[in-house]
């Protein structure tokens, strides 16, 4: 008897199945030198090892990030300043690097003028969050998984607008003795941040950089930095390593410069870690 019922509805897509929401994270610190934008950089390049498509947004006007990336200034014909002033689309200012997966939206010095000309603006700490609503939908950027904002090193209009448009906040953490100092200040101005401008905002993680074990100050940060902050510190400690401070000025990140050195090899861990807690793949065994 031939049977007459309805066929099974089709499974859908693979591409429908995997598809991963976007997850826009900031990285920030209002101290110079703690290796915030070193953090972008690398963490940017390790999430594209693993399979992630991300994009990193410059928002530090001295533009870093994107040298680091080996994007020449001659090459930044749109930058992250035509963007947030409203002149250009972001998919405008997206260049490819020389990693794959891995795209960046450049900075020049134009940016340090943006605040003043901002200011009386009333959307002035929405401006990147406005921008970045059409990540997901436009064809340029459409397959992005990751946004990674490297901040400019201070609470600054261009930081409130990272904070505000980001799911959560990365803080890099130099092993120094003012360490736990910066890192409270950031904590009440994120608490801010979700408070008045973006009730979703979160701490991923805190990464403590530049570590050095013989040093007796280090281990003795490391120690007050996961007391005070307990789980929300990574385990991943990113080591003072020479490699990672030569690989700037290769323009390349220190995991095209040299993958087996020390610091490269902390990144990879970094960024398996930062997945985890993203609960993107499950938990070791």
């Known amino acids: 008897m031939t049977s007459h019922a309805p066929p099974p509805p089709a ?4 591409s429908a199945v995997t598809k991963r929401p976007l997850r826009i994270l900031a990285l920030a610190n209002q101290k110079g030198g703690v290796g915030k934008t070193t953090t972008a950089i690398n963490l940017g390049t390790a999430l594209a090892a693993i399979g992630e498509q991300v994009l990193v947004i410059d928002l530090d006007p001295q533009g870093n990030a994107s040298t680091g990336l080996g994007i020449d200034r001659r090459q930044r014909n749109v930058s992250t300043y035509e963007v947030m002033a409203g002149e250009a689309r972001l998919a405008q200012a997206v260049v490819p690097t020389a ?17 003043l000309e901002m200011a009386s603006s009333p959307d002035r700490a929405h401006r990147l969050r406005n921008v970045l609503k059409d990540v997901a939908t436009a064809p340029e950027t459409a397959g992005i998984t990751y946004v990674l904002i490297d901040c400019p090193p201070s609470l600054n209009l261009l930081t409130i607008n990272a904070l505000a448009a980001s799911d959560a906040v990365l803080v890099p953490l130099q092993c120094e003795f003012f360490a736990l100092e910066g890192l409270s200040q950031l904590l009440r101005t994120v608490e801010q941040v979700r408070s008045a401008l973006n009730p979703r905002l979160t701490i991923q993680g805190i990464v403590l950089t530049m570590f050095d074990p013989r040093n007796n100050l280090s281990n003795q940060v490391v120690a007050d930095v996961r007391s005070f902050m307990g789980e929300k510190v990574y385990e991943t400690m990113i080591p003072r390593n020479v490699r990672i401070s030569e690989a700037p000025s290769h323009g390349k990140p220190a995991l095209l410069y040299d993958l087996k050195c020390a610091g490269s090899q902390a990144y990879l861990r970094l960024a398996s870690e930062v997945i985890r807690r993203e609960g993107r793949v499950p938990e070791a065994a």
């Open 11 to 14: 499974e859908p897509a693979p």
């Open 99 to 115: 990693v794959p997966r891995l795209s960046i939206a450049p900075s020049t010095m134009d940016l340090l003028g943006l605040e």
